[in-house]
């Protein structure tokens, strides 16, 4: 009586040894450390005061502007899609410096005024290492949900060489993309444009002023209204 005889391997040979199986790391082309850790198991605040190179700054966003560049019709096409590569990056910016606040600030802003001055300050700290300049009230009584944050020389602006038929273009569209996830993950909704306030002539200290114009929704400020601007 015959013996059954073992299933065939991949290889066809009975005696080969059994091949392994691609890891996850050359299936998708990734490269993990030895150690097995990733960005992803540093400490929050461990790296609070790491700092990028304007270089190196200057060489990626110069990408990301070329690659918005592709396929617009226009100026204010290409704001547009540099303020949506902004805007998850301000969502995810709200809880981190919220974490690393000391345990009593750990609060999220509750009105208008305490929001624009997180932004104003730690927002700015933490991007360019610096506070913005002015933060202001429009003085329109007809626009009384519009606040103004001033910076007379956006670092995104610095490394930026806008064309002559482009002069309208300010590519700080980014930051307020940035700002804007910042007010939509802190729940106050609001339309952030950037705006080129500066003069090209000789002798202008800030030629490359901007002023990012921040438009909150009318049930921010219905909210505001109800609790009295107290929190």
């Given at each position: 009586m015959s013996q059954p005889r073992p299933p065939p391997t991949s290889s066809g040979n009975p005696s080969a040894p059994p091949q392994k199986e691609p890891s996850s790391s050359h299936a998708t082309g990734l490269r993990y450390p030895s150690n097995g850790k990733t960005i992803y198991h540093r400490h929050l605040s461990r790296s609070r005061t790491a700092e990028l190179s304007q270089a190196s700054?200057?060489?990626?966003f110069s990408e990301m502007?070329?690659?918005?560049?592709r396929r617009v019709t226009g100026i204010q096409d290409l704001e547009?899609?540099?303020?949506?590569q902004g805007h998850p990056l301000g969502l995810k910016l709200l809880d981190l410096l919220l974490i690393r606040e000391p345990p009593r600030s750990q609060s999220r802003p509750l009105n208008i005024i305490t929001l624009l001055h997180f932004i104003k300050i730690n927002l700015w700290q933490h991007l360019f290492g610096r506070q913005a300049d002015?933060?202001?009230?429009?003085?329109?009584?007809?626009?009384?949900?519009?606040?103004?944050?001033?910076?007379?020389?956006?670092?995104?602006n610095a490394y930026v060489s806008v064309p002559k038929e482009m002069s309208q273009l300010n590519c700080a569209a980014f930051v307020a993309g940035i700002i804007e996830g910042v007010c939509d993950g802190a729940v106050f909704p609001a339309r952030v444009?950037?705006?080129?306030?500066?003069?090209?002539?000789?002798?202008?200290?800030w030629p490359g002023k901007t002023v990012f114009l921040v438009k909150f929704q009318p049930e921010v400020l219905e909210r505001e209204a109800l609790i009295g601007g107290k929190g």
């Open positions: 700054f200057a060489y990626l502007v070329t690659y918005a560049q547009k899609r540099l303020n949506t002015r933060l202001e009230k429009s003085s329109d009584p007809d626009a009384p949900d519009e606040y103004m944050i001033i910076d007379n020389e956006p670092l995104v444009t950037a705006h080129s306030v500066g003069s090209k002539d000789e002798g202008e200290m």
